[in-house]
């Protein structure tokens, strides 16, 4: 069964940092593309990051860029999101999503909450 | 950065009506559209990717058209099922941006 399981997420103060993770497993990890989406609760989705699976390219949101790192360890089947210099509208729960580049995003993990206060 | 939009962004209709979404891209993006269905407490699913591929699983009363900068995603006789919010995503080229969503329910 393709399976992801994101964890990571917690109250994180303004300026802070966190790394998320989404164990992935079910299908082929490693040549496989994947996203982070976010979305604050009763608001709609926003993309975050995503990774390409052949030649590790990186794409971010411009919300994010130069402040959240996507990566992968293709040993343990594992995503990773690093969050520095949280801010309050980084607030949102964080999915992450296996990806068909051109197509969409087919799995979905259920999420982890991150939460950020002063 | 392309945009996109969707209309309306709600509506209620009746079970067994025909419901049409759309979703607009303010600049050309081939084919590269996909829609979700997003029900409440649950991560999104993904219905059609390549703005008409219908996913595995997914019922038959659901299709997606368009081209261009105008897609429509249409549940052919709206089930009670089908109650959810539905979004719309470009994918020709970073950022892969949303568009704001449709929530559909049951009058």
């Known amino acids: 069964e393709v399976q992801l399981l994101e964890s990571g997420g917690a109250l994180a103060q303004t300026g802070g940092s966190l790394r998320l993770s989404c164990a992935a497993s079910?299908?082929?990890?490693?040549?496989?593309?994947m996203s982070w989406v976010r979305q604050v609760p009763g608001k709609g989705l926003e993309w975050v990051s995503s990774l390409s699976g052949r030649t590790d390219a990186t794409y971010y949101a411009d919300s994010v860029e130069g402040r959240f790192t996507i990566s992968r360890d293709n040993s343990k089947n594992m995503l990773y999101l690093q969050l520095n210099s949280l801010r309050a509208e980084d607030t949102a729960i964080y999915y992450c999503a296996k990806t068909v580049w051109y197509n969409g995003l087919d799995v979905w993990g259920q999420g982890t909450t991150v939460t950020v206060s002063s | 950065d392309i945009q996109m939009t969707q209309s309306p962004s709600s509506l209620s209709a009746s079970v067994g009506d025909r419901v049409t979404i759309t979703c607009r891209a303010s600049?050309?993006?081939?084919?590269?559209l996909a829609w979700y269905q997003q029900k409440p407490g649950e991560p999104p699913k993904l219905l059609i990717s390549a703005t008409s591929t219908v996913q595995s699983g997914v019922p038959s009363r659901f299709s997606g058209s368009g081209s261009g900068t105008h897609f429509t995603l249409t549940i052919s006789t709206l089930q009670p099922e089908d109650v959810a919010t539905y979004y719309c995503q470009k994918f020709n080229s970073g950022p892969f941006t949303f568009g704001p969503g449709t929530k559909v329910d049951i009058k």
């Open positions: 079910g299908f082929t990890f490693s040549t496989s593309a």
């Open positions: 600049q050309v993006i081939s084919d590269y």
